[in-house]
């Protein structure tokens, strides 16, 4: 019995075709007035000028020894730990509470079939 092609198998050229309208309806939704994308994600890139290159020369000439460089490191941490959006102490508690319930059911469960296992084990080779 012969085959019928089904919509997306591959060799429909009539599929073809509606793809082709489909990607570029797309596109066109995703473009501003000036044709620029719009809503997509994707890997920001944005052109270096001058001024741009400037200040990381100073930062450049600033760290340049080594206590310069530790005191370069404590300073981005700091500010990487103000960017920390902190638990409440309601939240910590609820989270601790809820990794200690899981972490008990786990270990019952393993305890459970090691216990299981092991009879098993002696009881199959005579033990």
């Not at 309208?21 to 994308?37: C, F, H, L, N, Q």
């Not at 296992?117 to 080779?125: D, V």
Request: aromatic share 10%; glycine share 12%.
């Amino acid at each position: 019995m012969a085959e019928r092609n089904r919509p997306g198998d591959a060799g429909d050229p009539a599929d073809d075709e509606v793809f082709d309208d489909a990607v570029a309806e797309d596109v066109a939704d995703d473009e501003d007035a000036d044709g620029e994308p719009v809503g997509r994600g994707g890997t920001a890139v944005r052109e270096r000028t001058k001024d741009a290159e400037a200040p990381k020369a100073k930062k450049a000439a600033r760290r340049s020894g080594f206590f310069g460089r530790i005191g370069g490191f404590f300073r981005e941490v700091v500010s990487e730990l103000r960017k920390v959006i902190w638990p409440t102490r309601k939240e910590l508690l609820t989270y601790t509470t809820i990794v200690i319930a899981f972490v008990t059911i786990m270990t019952a469960i393993v305890a459970v079939l090691d216990y299981g296992f092991g009879k098993g084990i002696l009881w199959a080779f005579g033990g």
